[in-house]
């Protein structure tokens, strides 16, 4: 079984529109999660770490429960630069495992 | 922005040569990361250290070493290159110390192996 699990999508929505990814970790000892961007044929860069109490940043909203070992991250309001893959990341201590991404095309 | 640096960014090589590919970060960050990443798919950790004189395998540590003789300094190197191994190489740093583990990462290495 992977250590995280993602949706690879891809998502297409129009601009302006609401979207959300999932993702799930195998660890119940994992004691930190990010989102990270990536675009096509980048390296990845941190997009937000997510905590324990869910947090904000602009029109991205991402959302931890440990319960059911579940991550969740918001885009509202989608802009053509959002367009990327975005991948999952989970740190139970010793390393971190990446999921493999929901890609995401953001249309005009 | 990260100030961690990959070279070469494209390297095209023969079956059986042997090849060492360059990391190096001015950030002072312990701990650094090798991950090799296919098309599509997650991240796969190679080797890591956390710091001067410590390496560890991770998953794919197989078939390649590493050395961390200066802080700044992580190179990668495949003693016989295989087809097998291209692939696109990603080094990382994190800096030390609770509520850090922001991973940094380079450009990137683009390995094509003929």
């Known amino acids: 079984r992977k250590e995280v699990e993602q949706d690879p999508g891809p998502f297409n929505v129009p601009e302006g529109a609401t979207v959300a990814f999932n993702c799930t970790y195998s660890?119940?000892?994992?004691?930190?999660f990010f989102w990270y961007r990536q675009d096509c044929r980048k390296e990845p860069k941190l997009l937000m770490s997510?905590?324990?109490s869910g947090n904000e940043d602009g029109r991205f909203t991402a959302q931890l429960n440990r319960a059911s070992q579940y991550i969740s991250l918001l885009i509202r309001d989608s802009k053509l630069s959002d367009s990327a893959t975005y991948l999952c990341?989970?740190?139970?201590?010793?390393?971190?495992?990446f999921g493999t991404g929901t890609s995401l095309t953001v249309i005009p | 922005e990260a100030d961690i640096y990959q070279t070469p960014r494209y390297l095209v090589i023969g079956t059986g040569k042997k090849i060492t590919l360059e990391c190096s970060q001015t950030?002072?960050?312990?701990?650094m990361y090798w991950y090799q990443q296919d098309p599509g798919m997650e991240l796969h950790l190679i080797h890591y250290?956390?710091?001067?004189?410590?390496?560890e395998k991770g998953d794919l540590s197989s078939e390649s070493t590493v050395s961390r003789i200066r802080t700044e300094h992580f190179p990668l190197t495949l003693e016989s290159a295989r087809p097998s191994h291209t692939s696109q190489y990603l080094c990382?740093?994190?800096?030390?110390?609770?509520?850090?583990?922001?991973?940094?990462f380079g450009p990137g290495t683009r390995l094509t192996v003929l």
């Open positions: 990341v989970v740190f139970p201590g010793n390393q971190f495992y």
């Open positions: 660890n119940s000892a994992s004691q930190s």
């Open positions: 997510v905590y324990s």
């Open positions: 950030m002072g960050h312990d701990k």
């Open positions: 250290s956390y710091g001067v004189n410590s390496t």
């Open positions: 990382a740093s994190n800096p030390p110390g609770e509520g850090t583990d922001t991973q940094y």
